[in-house]
């Protein structure tokens, strides 16, 4: 029978559990994917007065959300609505 040492034991713990689900996303994109869970057919507008930031700062977010396969836009610019992949 083999015996396993690890050098780092409290690594063990974290190993099967979701420890990156959000990792790489900063404060304004983690706000942002969760106020669309709850909803995916927010507007920048809309989404910038819930988290208080400019409507540019959530058209970067968006931008930088899609870049990593996190959100993906379905349907037109005007009536479509988000999904979040992720």
Do not use: H
Request: include cysteine; hydrophobic fraction near 40%.
């Amino acid at each position: 029978m083999w015996k396993v040492s690890c050098r780092f034991p409290n690594l063990i713990k974290y190993a099967n559990k979701n420890v990156g689900l959000n990792v790489g996303l900063n404060k304004t994109e983690k706000k942002v994917v969760s106020l669309l869970i709850e909803d995916s057919e927010y507007t920048s507008d809309e989404l910038a007065a819930k988290i208080g930031v400019t409507k540019r700062t959530i058209e970067r977010a968006f931008i930088s959300l899609q870049n990593k396969k996190v959100i993906e836009r379905i349907g037109s610019k005007r009536d479509g609505s988000w999904l979040v992949i992720k």
